[in-house]
């Protein structure tokens, strides 16, 4: 059987690569890596409507400071037009007109308070709604901080396992032929991950599950490599 040892050594470094194939697709197919994604497309969505308000917001605040300081300026003027008429000395048909005049300036100093106040609500309701998304972003933030960890604990446990998986794979791979084993890696590549399978009770190929007739086995195990007729991989007799 010695001349099968190299085919019995290839067997154990199956068994290992497939042991880290297992813990690369588990390390693949956390359920928390999928939680992850949605946490942390939600967190962006958020970003985006808070920076779209935020603008909004600062934008209205500049447009009410505008329309305060109109306010104020028109404030002035019509007192300083008040005081004029207070001092007296003007002729009737001036104190008429001047009176008019403050008259109309007091009509559009209401409608601009009006105006300011508008301005001012609408000012303190996205003040509000910025601060309500940024209690809903800090959530979804901690949410995916929460499954950050949880997936760094399992890759770091996973991870451990292929780390003592490889070790025992460097003890085998030395003692394998290397044109056997790039053979070997190739099958890998395009046949699932299983390159090699044993010859079965009954002629089963260990590797696609079909029966080779005694004359086909015989064929078979006649080859320098012994390989499957159906799926050709290698054999283990
Ligand atoms: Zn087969």
Redesign the pocket.
């Known amino acids: 059987m010695n001349e099968f040892q190299s085919l019995v050594d290839l067997l154990d470094l199956q068994a290992v690569d497939l042991q880290i194939d297992r813990f690369l697709h588990l390390r693949q197919s956390l359920p928390e890596l999928q939680e992850f994604r949605v946490a942390h497309a939600r967190s962006e969505q958020i970003a985006v409507r808070l920076a779209e308000i935020s603008d909004e917001f600062k934008q209205i605040s500049l447009e009410e400071d505008k329309a305060e300081g109109e306010l104020e300026l028109l404030e002035q003027k019509v007192h300083q037009k008040e005081l004029r008429l207070f001092a007296g000395g003007l002729s009737a048909r001036d104190t008429d007109n001047m009176r008019r005049e403050v008259e109309s300036l007091r009509n559009r100093e209401n409608s601009m308070e009006d105006d300011v106040l508008v301005l001012l609500d609408r000012r303190e309701q996205l003040e509000t709604e910025v601060e309500a998304i940024k209690v809903e972003l800090e959530s979804a933030q901690s949410e995916e901080r929460r499954l950050e960890a949880i997936i760094g604990d399992e890759w770091k446990k996973l991870d451990a396992e292929i780390a003592k998986k490889e070790v025992r794979k460097q003890d085998i791979v030395p003692l394998i032929d290397p044109d056997l084993l790039e053979l070997y890696e190739s099958l890998r590549q395009h046949k699932e991950g299983v390159a090699i399978?044993r010859l079965e009770d009954g002629g089963i190929?260990?590797?696609?599950?079909?029966r080779?007739s005694t004359a086909e086995q015989q064929q078979v195990l006649a080859a320098e490599l012994p390989r499957?007729?159906?799926?050709?991989?290698i054999?283990v007799p």
């Open positions: 399978g190929c260990g590797g696609c599950h079909l080779l499957c007729l159906h799926c050709r991989r054999l």
